[in-house]
Nanobody, 124 residues
């Protein structure tokens, strides 16, 4: 059974940091692009960051540029999202996803596998 499991969410004050992890099992995603998405209260799910199969290309939503960093670890079959200088508007459920393509994927509908999500709450 293919699974993506997120961890590392929690509550933090504005200006703080969190590191989200996404561990994959059931198959290797080392040849696939991966991404992080989030769904804020009352809003639709939106892309936060994406990374190509080898980590050579990355994408960030304008709202997180300069604050968030996406990375991946092939031996661990995992992807990470380092979140610094967190703001209350970053509060959301964060999802890890994997696409069956090696290059950057921006459209959530092109992602085939999804995690269950992890809550991030940033207080002011």
């Amino acid at each position: 059974q293919v699974q993506l499991v997120e961890s590392g969410g929690g509550s933090v004050q504005a200006g703080g940091s969190l590191r989200l992890s996404c561990a994959a099992s059931g198959r290797t995603f080392n040849s696939d692009a991966m991404g992080w998405f989030r769904r804020a209260p009352g809003k639709e799910r939106a892309i936060v960051a994406a990374i190509s199969w080898n980590g050579g290309s990355t994408y960030y939503a304008d709202s997180v540029k300069g604050r968030f960093t996406i990375s991946r670890n092939h031996p661990k079959n995992a992807v990470y999202l380092q979140m610094n200088s967190l703001k209350p508007e970053d509060t959301a459920v964060y999802y890890c996803a994997a696409a069956a393509r090696p290059v950057l994927v921006y459209d959530q509908y092109e992602y085939n596998y999804w995690g269950q999500g992890t809550q991030v709450t940033v207080s002011s």
